[in-house]
């Protein structure tokens, strides 16, 4: 048995959706004199913009956290260039390498 108001059924079903048409019929419901071509067009914006917005915020965090990490690689990984075994080119040259390809596959 459902327990919900029809208010909160409404607010769920708006909720669980990114479809402006949803959006726009309920709001004409809300104000029968608003026209709901304009409604559908600014719903879509609106939510096309949210979700542009978020998914800045998930790259630019992803970016930050990537380029901590290719510090952290530099900074730790790295021996002085003089007198380095062997081992030690071999590690500076895959550090080097991780970092490269980092770099290139989260630039924007």
């Given at each position: ?9 409404v ?29 559908l ?68």
């Amino acid at each position: 048995m459902n327990n919900l108001t029809e208010a909160e059924t409404v607010a769920a079903l708006l909720h669980a959706t990114t479809d402006a048409h949803v959006w726009a019929s309920e709001f004409n419901l809300l104000f029968p004199d608003s026209d709901i071509d304009t409604m559908l067009g600014w719903f879509a914006n609106a939510i096309e913009t949210g979700r542009s917005a978020g998914l800045r915020s998930i790259i630019e965090d992803g970016q930050t956290r990537i380029k901590e990490r290719l510090d952290r690689i530099t900074d730790v990984g790295i021996y002085p260039t003089n007198d380095r075994t062997p081992w030690q080119e071999g590690w500076n040259a895959a550090c080097i390498a991780i970092a490269e390809r980092l770099d290139a596959d989260f630039a924007i």
